[in-house]
């Protein structure tokens, strides 16, 4: 989305479709860590973001990735222990072309909801 001046009045200037493939809760050990996650749990998202639109985007996860459940507000889930396995999903997609890979992120608890700037996906991730 491009704003105004002020970073207002947003305005839709391409579409990305989403396609949730998996979530598999990891240990640190299973993601080549020392590092305990600072929410309480990692999870490994597998998604496939593909370009539908007429122009090119840009995604970056990292810092705009959030997660939340019945009883926590919406936290910041990104980390830097990797994008997990496959291409990197943070690039410019150009018209037409897609990526499927994986991003690590540190939530909560299992189950809740992640969701990407804002509501601009939303994934509800399984409680086991």
Do not use: C, H
């Not at 910041?76 to 992120?105: I, M, N, W």
Request: charge should be negative.
């Amino acid at each position: 989305m491009d704003t105004d001046e002020y970073g207002e009045n947003p305005t839709v200037t391409t579409k990305m479709q989403v396609t949730f493939k998996s979530a598999e809760y990891v240990t640190a050990a299973d993601i080549d860590t020392t590092n305990e996650p600072e929410l309480g749990q990692y999870v490994r998202l597998t998604l496939t973001l593909k370009n539908v639109g007429s122009k090119p985007a840009d995604v970056s996860m990292y810092g705009a990735t959030t997660w939340e459940d019945g009883s926590t507000a919406a936290q910041d889930a990104t980390t830097l222990e990797g994008v997990g396995e496959g291409p990197e999903l943070d690039t410019t997609y150009k018209p037409g072309q897609s990526v499927t890979g994986s991003l690590v992120l540190d939530v909560g608890a299992k189950g809740g909801i992640v969701s990407y700037d804002g509501d601009t996906f939303r994934v509800e991730l399984p409680t086991s």
